[in-house]
C-alpha cells in the first residue's frame, strides 16, 4: 500500500493536485499550458460533463465524436508536468481507495497543445509543429530510474560533444513520440524539440543577468544527427515523453510557432493560429 503520505487524496477521494478521480480522465488527454485555453479546447466537444480546478490545473471533461476526452492545463515547465501526468496516471493505474497498482495497466494517449519558438529560419512564425523528439535539458528525468536509453545513446554523446555541453548543467536526454501518433502528423513539420527549465536565461534571453550560454540557441540551431535537426524550443515536450514512456503511456507534443528565435519574428495573432491548430488536431486524432 502507498502511504497517505506519498499517494495524498483530498476529502472526497479525488487526486491532491489534479482533484480528478479515475471517471473523469478520458482515453485521450490534451495538456495545454495556459488555463485560459482549456476552454477554448472543450468549445469543440460534442459535450462537457465535467470541469474542476485547482490553483492553476484547470480540467474540462466531455465527449468528441463519441470519445471520451479530456483536456487539462499544467501551467508552465517540467516541475508541473511531472505533477499533473504523475497524478494522471495514478488516476488510471492505482487503486485510490486500497491505495495500491491495479492489476491491468491502462495506456492514455497524452497530446500536448502548445505555443513555442522556432530555432530554424525556415519554420515561420504561426506554423503547425509535431515534436519527434524532446531533447531535455531540465533534468527532470535523472529522478528516476530505467532512464539510461535517454540519457547514453549516440545522439546526446554527439549533442554534448559539438554543443561544448557545460559540465554545470544536467546531462541532456532524449525521448522519443508515440510512434503512432506521430505517424498521424504527415501534414505538420516535425523535429527535434528542445526543452528548457526556464523561460530566460535556460533559453538564452538576457534581461539584467548575465547567463552562462549566451550561444547557447546558435549551437541549438546548428545541431544535426541522421538528418534530424532542433526545431523549436519551450518548456514541456521532454518531461512529457520521457515520464509517459515510463509509465507507458503514449504522447505527443503539437506547438503552434509564435516566435522565431532567429529571424526575429513574432506572431501577429498567435491566439487565431493557436486555435487554428486546436480545430486541426482534434480534428486528426479524435
Known sequence: ??????????????????????????????????????????AFFDQVDFKTQKREIVT?????????????????????IDIVLGELDAAVNL??????????????????????????????????????HGLGLDGLLHFYQNTDAFTQNPLIDKFITDSNWNSRFARPYIVPAGQSLLAKTQDFKTGITATACGFYGPQGRVLRLDIQEPELNEKLTAFEFDGLKITNFEMETSAIYGLAK???????????????????????????????MIGQVLETFI
Not at 471533461?61 to 499544467?74: A, D, E, P
Not at 494517449?109 to 522556432?118: A, E, F, M, Q, V
Request: proline share 4%.
Open 246 to 276: 515510463l509509465m507507458g503511456h503514449e504522447a505527443l507534443s503539437v506547438n503552434t510557432i509564435i516566435a522565431n528565435r532567429i529571424t526575429g519574428d513574432f506572431s501577429t495573432d498567435y491566439k487565431k493560429a493557436v486555435k487554428n
Open 1 to 42: 500500500m502507498y502511504k497517505n503520505s506519498e499517494l495524498i487524496l483530498n476529502p472526497d477521494g479525488s487526486l491532491y493536485h489534479i482533484n480528478l478521480k479515475p471517471e473523469h480522465v478520458g482515453e485521450t488527454v490534451f495538456l495545454v499550458g495556459d488555463p485560459d485555453r482549456v476552454p477554448v479546447v472543450s
Open 60 to 80: 474540462h471533461s466531455g465527449k468528441l465524436r463519441g470519445k471520451r476526452v479530456t483536456v487539462i492545463s499544467t501551467g508552465m515547465g517540467t516541475d508541473n
Open 95 to 132: 487503486d485510490l481507495e486500497k491505495k495500491e497498482k491495479k492489476a491491468d495497466h491502462t495506456s492514455l494517449k497524452i497530446i500536448r497543445l502548445g505555443t513555442s519558438g522556432s530555432l530554424q529560419a525556415e519554420i515561420p512564425v504561426d506554423s503547425l509543429l509535431a515534436s519527434s
